[in-house]
C-alpha cells in the first residue's frame, strides 16, 4: 500500500468523522432551540388557562364543580394548531379521573394520579411520548395552597420533527459535499508530503539491490549507501556515520 | 547525522500532517458552522414570531378580562408592571405597547439595549377599540444561533487536539518508528556489524527496502547472534494513555448528577456528603493502587499490567452504565480507581522501561501532556455526550474507549525489555522519614494537599451539582471544567521552566494558591456561572503556577529526608500525599454545601487554600533549611 494511502486513510478518516460530529451537534443545537420555542409557546398559552382556572377555583368551588373550565381549554386549543388535546385531571377528591377533555387527544390520564402529584411538587414538567407528542402539565393550586389538579397539554410534535428531518437531510448533504472536499485535500497534502519520502525509498532500494546510476539524494539514500559499500565490502564505510542503533 | 534526521523524519511528517489538517479542518468546519446559522435561522425565525403571537394574545385576554370588569381602558393600573414582567419574560421581545384605536400608544415598555432591526406583532382587542403591539427582535433567532458557532469552536477546538494526538500516531505507527528502525539498523551494519536486524514489517516501497536490507544482511552468514531491532518511543504510550484517561474523564461533568439519581440513604451521612463519597472514594483507591502497584509492575511487566488495568476499569464502567443504586455505584466506582491507577502506573512504568535517566524527565511529559489533553477533550465530549445519550450511555462509550486503548498499546517494551532495580526502602519508612521532616510536611500540608482539596471539592464535586442546580446542561458544566484543564494542558511545562530557570518556586507556590483561592473568594459576589467560570479559570491558572513549583519546593525543603529516601520515591509520595487534599475535598465540599449553599462553600474552600498559601512562607521561615526554597 503506498505511502499517502496508508497515512492519509486514517487521518482523512479522523476529520471526516471530527465533521459529521460537527454536523451531528448542529442539528442536535436545532433541535434544541426548535423544542425551546414550542414549549415556551405553549406555555404562555398553559399559563392563561391555568390563571383562569386557579382564578375560578379562588371561589371555593371543588375542580369538578367549576363551569368555565371546559370553555377556557377549548379557547386554548382553537389558538394553536399544535395542541391537539387539553385536560384537567382530578388530584383532589376522584384522583387520577379526567374531569375536562378538550379535542381528540388521549382519553386516559396520561401517568398515574400518584406520578403527577410527584411532578406537580416540582411544578411544570414535560415529556415526549413514544408515538411523538409532547405532554406538558402544570399543577392546579386552590386558595389554600393545596395541588386539586393537573393541567394538561397535548402537543403534536410532527412538524417540528418533520423540521428536524428536513435540517438533519440538508446538513447530511452539506457534510458529504464538504467531506468531499475534505478527502481531496487531505489527499493532495498527503501526496505532496509523502511521494518525496516514498521516491526516495524507491531509490534507496536501488542503491541497496546495486543500482550504481542512482545518485543519493536524501539522507536515507546516503544511509542506504554507506550499508551497500559495508555489506558488500566494496569501500570502508565513514567511522563518523556508524552509531548505535537509537533508542528514542 | 543522517541516523538522527532521519530519526526526526517521522515526526517532522507528522507535524506538518497536523498542521495542514488543522487549517483544512478549520476552514471546512467554519463553512459548516455559517452554513448551518443562515440555514437554521431561516426555520426559526417564524417560530420566533409564532411565539411572540401567543404573547400577544395572552396580553390581550388579560385586558379584555381587566376591562371586562368595567376598568376603563385608559385608566388601567399597574400596566407598567404587567408589561415589564411580560418583556423580562419573553426575551426575543424588544418593545410592547398598548395603542388605542387612533394609533396613540397608552402603555409601553421597552427593553433595555438597542435593537437593530424589528418586526411588529398586532393584536387587536376585544373588548376596547386598540391593540397590542409588539416590536420582536429580527436578530434574536440569529443570536441564539451564534451559540452554534460558539459550540462549533469549542468542538473543533477539541476535534483538533483529538486530531493532534491521533495523527502523530498515526504517522509514527505507519511511518516514523520503521523510518527509525531502518536507519538504526543501516547505521549499526555500515560499522560492519551484521547481526542486527530490522524487526519490523511494512508493505510498499518502505517495505521492499526493509526486505532487501533484511535480506543483504541475512546474506552475510553468521545467523547465531541475530538480534531483531523494533524502535520504540516514549510517544507509543501517548496515544494509550490519551484515550485510556478520556474514557475515565467522560464522567466528570455529570458524575454527582448521576451518584444523586441513584442516591439511597446512607447511615451517618448526609446527601450532599454520600453524593461525594464515591468521588473520595475514587480519589482514596487511586492513592492506594498507585502506593501499591509498583510491585505488580516488577513482576508482570508494564503490557500485562496495563491490559489488567483496562480489564478492572472496563469492569468497572459497565458496571457504572448499569448501576442500581449508589451501593453498588461505589462498588463500581472503586474497580475504575483501581484499574486506573493500574493503567497509569503501567504507562509510566513502560516510559521508564524505554528512557534512560538522561532524557526520562522529557519522556514523562509525554505522558503528563497526554492525561491533561485527554481531561481537557474528556470534560467537553462527555457534557455534549450526556446531553445526547444519556449518563448511562456515557460509561458505555468510556467501556468502548477503555478497550480501544487496550488495542493500542504497545505488545512489547522494545528491543532491551529490562526490569528496573527495586527500590529497597519500604513504603512505611519513606513516608515516615518524609512525615518527620518539618519543611517537607509544611509543604505539603500547607500548598499540596489545599490545593487538591479545592481541586476535587470545584472540579468533581460542585461544579457539576451546582450548574446542573441553576438548569444549565452537561455540555455548559463540561466546557466550564474544561477552563481548569486549559492552562494546565498548555503552560504547565513553561511554569515548570520558570520555577527550575528562575528558581521561583516558593513565589510561584504562595501566587498560585492566592489566585486560586482569591477565584474561589469571588463566588458570592459573582453568582451562578459566572462564579463557576472565574473560580474554575483561577484554579487552573493558579495550579498551573504551583504544581510543578511545588514538588520542587518539597524536594528542596526537605533535602535530607529526600536523600534518604532517594527522589523517586520521594515524588511518589508527593502524589500519594496529595491524594489525601482529593479525598477530602468532596467529603467537605458536600458537608458544607448542606450546611452553608453552593457560593459559601466555594469561597471558604478558596479561604483554606489562600489562607495556607499566605501562611506557607512563614511556616518555612521556622525550618533549619527553609532558606533552600
Known amino acids: 500500500m503506498r505511502l499517502s494511502w496508508k497515512i492519509g486513510g486514517p487521518t482523512c478518516a479522523v476529520l471526516v468523522f471530527s465533521l459529521c460530529l460537527l454536523g451531528f451537534l448542529n442539528v442536535h443545537k436545532f433541535e434544541q432551540l426548535l423544542d425551546g420555542l414550542a414549549t415556551a409557546r405553549v406555555r404562555v398559552t398553559a399559563a392563561d388557562s391555568k390563571a383562569a382556572i386557579e382564578q375560578s377555583l379562588a371561589l371555593g368551588l371543588p375542580l369538578a364543580d367549576l363551569q368555565n373550565i371546559q370553555s377556557a381549554i377549548d379557547r386554548a386549543r382553537s389558538f394553536d394548531a399544535e395542541i391537539v388535546a387539553v385536560l384537567v385531571v382530578d388530584l383532589d377528591q376522584a384522583r387520577g379521573e379526567i374531569l375536562y377533555a378538550s379535542g381528540p387527544g388521549p382519553t386516559r390520564v396520561p401517568a398515574p394520579w400518584q406520578a403527577l402529584q410527584a411532578r406537580a411538587g416540582h411544578g411544570g414538567w414535560h415529556h415526549l411520548d413514544a408515538s411523538g407528542h409532547l405532554l406538558m402539565g402544570w399543577p392546579l393550586i386552590d386558595p389554600l395552597d393545596r395541588v386539586v389538579g393537573m393541567l394538561v397539554f397535548d402537543v403534536l410534535r410532527q412538524r417540528h420533527a418533520a423540521m428536524i428531518d428536513d435540517a438533519a437531510a440538508h446538513l447530511a448533504r452539506v457534510v458529504a459535499a464538504l467531506s468531499l472536499v475534505l478527502a481531496a485535500a487531505t489527499a493532495i497534502a498527503m501526496w505532496r508530503l509523502l511521494a518525496p519520502v516514498e521516491r526516495s525509498l524507491e531509490r534507496a532500494a536501488l542503491i541497496v539491490a546495486g543500482d550504481d546510476s542512482t545518485a543519493p539524494q536524501s539522507d536515507i539514500e546516503r544511509l542506504a549507501l554507506d550499508f551497500r559499500h559495508a555489506v558488500d565490502g566494496t569501500a570502508p564505510p565513514d567511522a563518523s556515520r556508524a552509531a548505535e542503533p537509537s533508542q528514542a | ?406 488495542f493500542t498499546f504497545p505488545t512489547a517494551t522494545g528491543a532491551d525489555e529490562q526490569r528496573r532495580e527495586q527500590e529497597a526502602t519500604s513504603l512505611r519508612a519513606v513516608y515516615r522519614i518524609l512525615a518527620t521532616d518539618r519543611g517537607f510536611a509544611a509543604v505539603m500540608l500547607l500548598a499540596a494537599i489545599p490545593a487538591k482539596l479545592l481541586f476535587s471539592g470545584l472540579v468533581y464535586y460542585l461544579t457539576p451539582l451546582y450548574l446542573g442546580h441553576l438548569g444549565h446542561d452537561t455540555a455548559t458544566i463540561g466546557r466550564s471544567i474544561m477552563l481548569y484543564y486549559l492552562p494546565m494542558a498548555f503552560a504547565g511545562s513553561f511554569t515548570a521552566w520558570l520555577a527550575d530557570r528562575y528558581q521561583l518556586r516558593l513565589s510561584l507556590v504562595v501566587a498560585g494558591g492566592t489566585i486560586a483561592g482569591l477565584g474561589a473568594i469571588a463566588a458570592p459576589y459573582l453568582q451562578g456561572l459566572p462564579a463557576v467560570v472565574v473560580a474554575m479559570a483561577s484554579l487552573g491558572i493558579g495550579q498551573v503556577l504551583a504544581t510543578a513549583a511545588t514538588f520542587s519546593l518539597a524536594l528542596a525543603v526537605g533535602d535530607t529526608a529526600v536523600r534518604q529516601v532517594g527522589q523517586p520515591n520521594a515524588l511518589a509520595a508527593i502524589r500519594v500525599l496529595e491524594r489525601i487534599g482529593s479525598v477530602a475535598g468532596p467529603l467537605l465540599t458536600g458537608s458544607l454545601i448542606a450546611v452553608a449553599g453552593y457560593e459559601k462553600t466555594l469561597a471558604l474552600l478558596g479561604g483554606i487554600v489562600l489562607v495556607c498559601a499566605l501562611l506557607l512562607p512563614f511556616a518555612l521561615r521556622s525550618t533549619p533549611r527553609g532558606s533552600a526554597a
Open chain 2, 1 to 406: 547525522m543522517t541516523t538522527k534526521t532521519l530519526v526526526g523524519h517521522g515526526s517532522q511528517i507528522a507535524r506538518r500532517t497536523v498542521l495542514v489538517s488543522g487549517v483544512v479542518m478549520g476552514v471546512v468546519a467554519l463553512a459548516l458552522a455559517i452554513y448551518s446559522v443562515l440555514l437554521f435561522e431561516q426555520w426559526l425565525a417564524p417560530e420566533v414570531d409564532a411565539k411572540s403571537r401567543a404573547v400577544a394574545r395572552s396580553l390581550q385576554l388579560s385586558i379584555d378580562r381587566a376591562i371586562g370588569h368595567g376598568i376603563p381602558f385608559a385608566e388601567l393600573q399597574g400596566m407598567d408592571a404587567f408589561l415589564g414582567a411580560a418583556i423580562d419574560e419573553n426575551q426575543e421581545l424588544h418593545a410592547i405597547a398598548i395603542v388605542d384605536a387612533t394609533g396613540t400608544v397608552l402603555f409601553s415598555r421597552t427593553q433595555a439595549g438597542a435593537a437593530s432591526s424589528t418586526r411588529e406583532v398586532r393584536q387587536a382587542l376585544a373588548a376596547a377599540p386598540g391593540a397590542v403591539v409588539l416590536s420582536v427582535r429580527a436578530d434574536y433567532a440569529r443570536n441564539k444561533l451564534l451559540e452554534v458557532l460558539i459550540d462549533t469552536a469549542i468542538v473543533l477546538f477539541v476535534a483538533l487536539l483529538l486530531a493532534f494526538e491521533l495523527l502523530p500516531y498515526i504517522v509514527n505507527r505507519g511511518l516514523g518508528n520503521r523510518l527509525d528502525s531502518l536507519a538504526a539498523v543501516l547505521a549499526t551494519a555500515s560499522g560492519r556489524d551484521f547481526a542486527v536486524r530490522i524487526g519490523d514489517r511494512a508493505s510498499g516501497a518502505l517495505g521492499r527496502l526493509i526486505d532487501l536490507c533484511n535480506a543483504k544482511l541475512a546474506a552475510q552468514g553468521d545467523a547465531t547472534r541475530v538480534r531483531l531491532h523494533r524502535a520504540t518511543a516514549p510517544t507509543d504510550i501517548r496515544v494509550p494513555m490519551f484515550i485510556f484517561v478520556l474514557a475515565e474523564q467522560l464522567c466528570t461533568s455529570f458524575f454527582p448528577l448521576y451518584v444523586r439519581n441513584l442516591y439511597a440513604p446512607i447511615p451517618g451521612l448526609s446527601e450532599q456528603a454520600a453524593i461525594g463519597l464515591p468521588i473520595a472514594l475514587f480519589m482514596l483507591f487511586v492513592a492506594l493502587g498507585t502506593m501499591f502497584g509498583g510491585g505488580f509492575i516488577g513482576r508482570a511487566g508494564a503490557v500485562r499490567v496495563f491490559r489488567w488495568g483496562v480489564a478492572i476499569a472496563a469492569a468497572g464502567y459497565l458496571g457504572l452504565a448499569l448501576a442500581h443504586n449508589i451501593y453498588d455505584l461505589l462498588l463500581w466506582r472503586i474497580l475504575t480507581a483501581i484499574g486506573y491507577a493500574l493503567s497509569t502506573l503501567a504507562c509510566q512504568a513502560y516510559v521508564a522501561e524505554i528512557t534512560t535517566p538522561k532524557n526520562r524527565t522529557q519522556a514523562m511529559s509525554v505522558f503528563v501532556g497526554a492525561v491533561m489533553v485527554a481531561s481537557v477533550c474528556g470534560a467537553a465530549i462527555g457534557g455534549v455526550m450526556a446531553d445526547l445519550v444519556g449518563y448511562r450511555g456515557v460509561f458505555g462509550g468510556a467501556l468502548l474507549l477503555a478497550l480501544l486503548a487496550l
